[in-house]
């Protein structure tokens, strides 16, 4: 609680508050507002203490885990997962395609039908074995983190205390909700009764990215288990690792059969059969606006299976003249720079008013240089690398695109490292609404720093975009605040913070960064289908 109070600066001393906010960000800096900043604060410090990563975790589960039972793909094909650190080959993986998709949506179909276990289980019980689920996962923190670490590449304590600790967060939080959806009773005229039923939807395909592997998974599997549903998921081919391990975990915790499938595959032949499988009830998808149109194709090609989308963006972060601005700086690059870059929500449209524009720009590019880069089982590394060769490749274009179309470019620019996928952290000002780094997502550790006068200018020109997925506003007015809030396209808006990502609060974009939300109660209302019930009655009394 003492974090949600203004306090004078402490002594930076080992024993200070502070503390584990030194070790968790590798920086002695504090934050000019602790309660504002954001998801690297949302931690148990009593676990700094004593995390550890295993540099070296044992790779267990390498095959697909269908009807509770690990195999071997049907074609016999694997291919290998990459340490994006080194770029070597951590070992080789079952590659799932069409014919298993078939397998693991017959296992789910199987055990959603009528009469089945858990159909009859009590919602109570749901819950229970999702708490049984996160404890499991809570048991394997550090070994779950690393995996996570060495195969995409973020740092560990990232890993461990942002990633882990809001994926078991949750979890619990949607086991809570197993017994707590319900329909309503309603007044109709006549002799009849009429109510509702919350019911699942069924079998729901559910495609997870690379760049949060575990969060993405805890945010798919959360609802669908609560509401009753069965699952049939495909990891992404670039981190399937941690998502394997968390299979085994739902085994063991004692969900029935074919309740939760986990394939590891590729999109154009598993992620394909999943959108356009018959016999899918719902797809939801997590990834780039260029998939997600691929996918709404499938779904209404096939049988209208229901969908759910979390697409990309390009999210202004509104820096005023009045903001405090050492701290406006500091979250504007984690903002940015956090995971690499790699992040849908990023505040990666920097936008500062003129009044403060020059300094700040100063300020940001005296930051980025100093930020740490290097090995992710480090406790000083702020920065890995880029997920795999493409990505790292994909960044350095966008980077010779903006020094092509005359951004000034103040920091970084180009491969840090003599080995894996490694980008220097970048910074570009005097950035214009036409230059494709304004324009695209760029998703790599690419800060792009534009210039405005008045607030109705850098409204018109935020909404300005074919994304909406966030937004933020630094300022100390609050009228300022509720009217820009309120005028931004997005759906999500942070104020004088960012990225405060917690599973009681719904979110999901505008526009083309995507279809639904997640997360929260409203994350429900994608898994269930509204049945209504009437029914005749001798005689109604009020």
Known sequence: DSLLQETPTPKKTKNSIYAPLVALTGSTKQPAKPYCCAVLYVVHFSTLARMEPIVNPEIKFTKLFINNEWVDSVSGKTF????????EVICQVQEGDKADVEKAVKAARAAFKLGSEWRTMDASKRGSLMMKLADLMERD????????????????????????????????????WADKTHGKTIPVDGSFISYTRHEPIGVCGQIIPWNFPLLMQAWKLGPALATGNVVVMKLAEQTPLSGLAVADLVREAGFPPGVVNILSGFGPTAGAAISEHMDVDKVAFTGSTEVGHIIQKAAGGSNLKRVTLELGGKSPLIVMDDADLDFAVETAHFALFFNQGQCCCAGSRLMVQEG???????RATERAKKRTVGDPFSSSTEQGPQVDEEQFNKVLGYIQS??????????????????????????FSDVTDDMKICKEEIFGPVQIIQKFKTMD?????????????AAAVFTKDIGNAMYMSNSLRAGTVWVNCYDVLEAQVPFGGYKMSGVGRELGEYGLEAYTEVKSVTIAIPQKNS
Do not use: H
Request: aromatic content about 12%; glycine content about 12%.
């Open 141 to 176: 923190k550090a070994y779950l983190a690393s995996l996570e670490s060495l195969d995409n590449g973020k740092p560990f304590k990232d890993a461990f205390n942002i990633d882990l600790s809001l994926t078991i967060k949750c979890i619990r939080y949607y086991a809570g």
């Open 402 to 427: 903006g020094m092509a179309e005359g951004a000034c470019l103040q920091a970084g620019g180009g491969k840090w490292g003599e080995k894996g996928y490694f980008v220097q952290p970048t910074v």
């Open 80 to 87: 290998p997962t990459i340490n994006p650190a080194t770029g």
């Open 457 to 469: 200018e850098v409204l018109d020109r935020a909404n300005n975009s074919s994304y909406g997925l």
């Open 356 to 362: 403060i524009y020059d300094e700040f720009v100063k």
